[in-house]
């Protein structure tokens, strides 16, 4: 073996899961299914996990939707059991707030981004390699469970 394939296979997850769905709210509502499925297969169900797939999924529909395109769901569980959930949508041009602000009391949307926020251990947006694949993908870490 040579170091980079050493390497390569440090840094290789011990579990990947990655699948397209529809830019609908039916895709959105398959993403948190096959998202509880999939942790439950790897014995990391997670409550928390399922509820920032939902609103990262529900964001690709409502915020990153283009006509014909699809969102694309990953879920990685790496070495330490960090699970790292990705949601990437075609709508680089929409990127959500790094800070998101509480909306009045009144609004009846807005609160997602403060959910995932509140979740998650870290989270993030990261842009597609522009022109050639005008996307975003949103994404969260949940570490390890306290006792795993």
């Given at each position: 073996?040579?170091?980079?394939t050493?390497r390569?296979?440090?840094?290789?997850p011990?579990?990947?899961f990655?699948?397209?769905l529809s830019?609908?709210?039916?895709?959105?509502?398959?993403?948190?299914?096959l998202?509880?499925?999939?942790?439950?297969s790897w014995e990391?169900?997670?409550?928390d996990?399922?509820l920032?797939?939902?609103?990262?999924?529900n964001n690709?529909?409502?915020h990153?939707?283009?006509?014909g395109r699809?969102?694309?769901?990953?879920?990685?569980?790496d070495?330490k059991?960090?699970?790292?959930i990705?949601?990437?949508?075609?709508?680089?041009?929409?990127?959500?707030?790094l800070?998101?602000?509480r909306?009045?009391?009144?609004?009846?949307?807005?609160r997602?981004?403060l959910?995932?926020?509140?979740?998650?251990d870290?989270?993030g947006a990261?842009l597609?390699?522009l022109?050639?694949t005008?996307?975003?993908?949103?994404?969260?870490?949940?570490?390890?469970?306290?006792?795993a």
């Amino acid at each position: 073996m040579n170091q980079e394939t050493t390497r390569a296979q440090t840094l290789a997850p011990a579990h990947q899961f990655t699948v397209l769905l529809s830019a609908t709210r039916r895709g959105a509502r398959l993403a948190r299914l096959l998202a509880r499925e999939q942790l439950r297969s790897w014995e990391r169900t997670s409550e928390d996990a399922e509820l920032i797939v939902a609103e990262l999924a529900n964001n690709a529909v409502q915020h990153g939707h283009v006509p014909g395109r699809s969102f694309r769901l990953v879920l990685t569980v790496d070495e330490k059991n960090t699970l790292r959930i990705e949601v990437t949508d075609a709508r680089a041009d929409r990127s959500p707030p790094l800070h998101p602000r509480r909306p009045s009391p009144e609004a009846e949307s807005g609160r997602g981004l403060l959910l995932v926020e509140a979740l998650a251990d870290r989270w993030g947006a990261d842009l597609g390699p522009l022109p050639l694949t005008p996307c975003k993908t949103i994404w969260a870490e949940l570490d390890a469970p306290r006792g795993a």
